[in-house]
């Protein structure tokens, strides 16, 4: 069935570009906290790490 593999390679890419996205956020809202209140707070290093493991998660599963 070729719609079900292309939603498949779908969900995988979406998955990986939101953990991308995630990845950014967490960085900029990291340097923007650093250089306004020079203070490191837990939410920025937590979004990073889910970012990342979201990555390994969708490129491990092997659906593409």
């Known amino acids: 069935?070729?719609?079900?593999?292309?939603?498949?390679?779908g969900f995988v890419t979406s998955g990986v570009m939101g953990g991308i996205v995630t990845i950014v956020i967490a960085v900029v809202w990291l340097g923007v906290e650093l250089l306004t209140l020079d203070k490191i707070f837990f939410c920025p290093a937590i979004l990073l790490i889910l970012?990342?493991?979201g990555i390994v998660k969708r490129l491990i599963s092997g659906e593409e």
């Open 1 to 9: 069935m070729p719609g079900v593999e292309a939603s498949r390679a």
């Open 51 to 53: 970012g990342v493991f």
